[in-house]
């Protein structure tokens, strides 16, 4: 017992010494360092003076002492008569003077012979001590940064991180919720690669990449942290924009690095996050010069399906940018499968709510499912947000539970942001805010076709919104119908037609409406081909230069004429929906004044308060709908 509790003092004394002597290198550098200034720079350095100028001094009797070499003849000399100034060294080439002995003893000066050999000294001088310098600072500095004996050793090599089996992560498809189809088809590269012989004997190959596309916040990265912890093999995690370097072509020999480790452990599975950083597009670079983006991207292309083999190795990419990517990358035999990752649907919701509220205490009666039903649109990091921001409140406000009113008031802060309280408005701005969204809340809750108010409030959230008028879906959609975007047109005008209803003056609270209703209204017109006039067709297809932006660059494949023709039925449509919207209000003008005055008195009204106040059943806003598109919830704000 006593010898084993000896040893871990002995490991650490030999840590201690190895500390000590990588900081003995630096003191050692350190002293050759100093020396070599003390003899370059602080040794007193002997002035040359010709031959005939030494004969001159030593005729004067200024020489004190010299030593007659074969080559050199130095010493010191007197600068002056006094004692008290110091010699000065001197050193001169001899030239054979026969007279030249006899004169130094006339004049009583000390003198010696020396043979010359200064080649050796010369060398260690001039070139072994500089190199021997260079030499321990190289490897001082190697070993500090770790280097494989130079500083620059790292660059070339990926900077990929390895999940073994049992070093990964316990991430696993349980935690994974609302995309079913891309855990399936995860699932079977899974499979695979655990079972190999039930695919091969079938001739079946496996996929050479995956590629999961969505939009931000779908989960693509957690599904990927699931795969390392189901698949049971080497799982390697990069970036792409760790692949780009300053250095011309350090990118392209990450990508050889990268591949050459997945190799040795293959079968394994490698997966690049943010992959348009380095997959984006070739010969879109400005100025026609050499991109070091588009050599990375021809290796990797080339190390995914070129000469060389890389059976075993499975490349699993996510990317939010699908659109900029290089076609080569997207054909059969690299990235074979493009999987799509989209936001949940209701029952999705409701699965990624269930994951994220595991670890957060809910009351017992809290209905998740309601909470599912009232966030559509919502990608899985937004839920996981809503529970964040719930849990969150209810610690504030001191609760043991996370109740349903938290629930719902993060998905206020999550769409619109937190409360401003302590912004004072003026009773003027108070009643115009209220009028803007009152007008808003009127004509949804008359028109059929739009969906039903959820909550209007006047209370300021966000950087610039002073109310919202928030409506919600009742379900899921995934296509719209032409009624739909007319009335939601007349809803987000319908703010504006209050203010000039009631006040017979306009405000700047509509400049969010306006943007909303002018991009809404030509969409409708070249993008969905819904215009009577024009016909069923589309304007202004986009195609440009990817580095640029696909808005900075439209291709224009319609004439002038066409050009007008656009922009007044964009108008028409704004305008007469504008007309219908003030027609609805002030046919209703006794009901916009109720609703107005109870939001001001009490700032935030919920549906059904809303629907009692304008005497308007439930059912009204139940009538059949197609799905429409995926639309989170509507919000007319007064900016």
């Known amino acids: 017992m006593r010898d084993t509790d000896k040893k871990p003092p002995k490991k650490k004394s030999k840590n201690l010494k190895t500390k000590k002597t990588g900081f003995s ?12 200034i003390i003899q370059m720079f602080l040794t007193p350095k002997a002035s040359e003076i010709s031959y005939s100028q030494f004969r001159e001094y030593l005729t004067a009797g200024k020489i004190v002492d010299c030593t007659v070499g074969e080559k050199v003849i130095k010493g010191h000399y007197e600068s002056a008569i006094s004692d008290k100034e110091r010699p000065i060294a001197f050193v001169t080439v001899p030239i054979k003077d026969i007279e030249l002995v006899n004169e130094l003893e006339k004049k009583n000066v000390e003198f010696k012979g020396e043979v010359e050999n200064n080649f050796l000294r010369n060398m260690i001088m001039w070139w072994v001590f500089p190199f021997l310098i260079i030499g321990i ?9 770790g280097g494989m004996g130079s500083p620059f050793a790292s660059f070339g090599k990926a900077k990929i991180k390895l999940y073994a089996a049992e070093d990964a992560k316990k991430t696993t498809f349980a935690d994974v919720a609302g995309c079913e189809e891309a855990k399936e088809e995860l699932e079977e590269i899974i499979e695979y690669l655990k079972y190999p012989q039930k695919f091969q004997k079938l001739g079946g190959k496996i996929p050479k990449g995956v590629l999961l596309i969505g939009p931000p916040g779908t989960g693509k990265t957690l599904l990927a942290k699931a795969v390392a912890g189901e698949s049971g093999v080497p799982f390697f995690s990069i970036s792409g924009s760790d692949f780009v370097e300053m250095f011309v072509g350090m990118g392209a020999a990450r990508v050889r ?3 050459s480790q997945a190799k040795q452990k293959a079968p394994c599975i490698v997966f690049i996050d943010e992959l348009d950083s380095v997959g984006r597009q070739r010969g879109t670079g400005l100025g026609g010069g050499h991109d070091e983006r588009e050599q990375t991207l021809n290796q990797l292309l080339a190390e995914m399906d070129g000469f060389t083999s890389n059976s075993g190795v499975i490349i699993i990419a996510a990317t939010n940018r699908p659109d900029v990517l290089d076609n080569a990358l997207l054909r059969p035999g690299r990235f074979d499968r493009q999987v799509t990752v989209d936001r949940p649907d209701l029952i999705g919701r409701e699965e990624i709510l269930k994951v994220h509220a595991k670890d957060v205490k809910i009351e017992p009666n809290g209905n998740l499912n309601t909470i599912a039903k009232r966030t559509p649109g919502f990608s899985g990091a937004d839920l996981a947000n809503v529970i964040n921001e719930a849990a969150l409140l209810a ?3 001191d609760k043991s539970f996370v109740e349903m009113a938290e629930l719902e008031e993060s998905i206020e802060r999550v769409i619109a942001g937190p409360e401003r309280k302590s912004r004072v408005i003026s009773n003027e701005e108070k009643s115009i805010v209220a009028y803007h969204e009152s007008g808003h ?3 949804a809750a008359i028109l059929p076709n739009t ?3 959820h909550k209007v409030s006047i209370v300021a959230r966000g950087a610039a919104a002073l109310g919202y008028t928030l409506q919600l879906p009742t379900e899921d959609k995934y296509l719209t119908r032409e009624s739909e975007i007319r009335d939601t047109i007349c809803v987000l005008l319908a703010g504006r037609a209050a203010e000039e209803i009631v006040f017979n003056e306009l405000s700047t609270g509509a400049q969010n409406d306006l943007e909303r209703v002018t991009k809404l ?5 070249c993008k969905f081909g819904m215009s009577s006039k024009l016909g069923p067709q589309t304007f202004g297809r986009q195609q440009g230069n990817v580095f640029l932006g696909h808005d900075l660059v439209q291709e224009k494949e319609f004439s002038e004429k066409t050009a007008i023709d656009i922009d007044a039925e964009v108008s028409q449509i704004i305008k007469s929906s504008y007309s219908k919207a003030k027609s609805l209000i002030e046919e209703n003008r006794d009901k916009l004044n109720l609703l107005a005055k109870k939001l001001e008195e009490e700032e935030v009204l919920e549906a059904e308060q809303i629907l009692d106040l304008l005497n308007i059943k439930e059912e009204k806003k139940k009538s059949p709908k197609s799905n429409g598109s995926s639309s989170e919830g509507k919000q007319s704000s007064l900016s």
């Open 257 to 259: 690095d990268m591949f």
């Open 441 to 443: 809340t009127l004509v």
């Open 451 to 453: 969906d039903p108010v």
């Open 25 to 36: 290198i630096g003191y050692l550098l350190l002293f050759l360092v100093v020396l070599y």
């Open 395 to 397: 610690a504030r406000r």
């Open 137 to 145: 600072a190289w490897f001082f500095i190697s070993k500090r940064i």
């Open 521 to 525: 209204a030509r969409n409708y017109v």
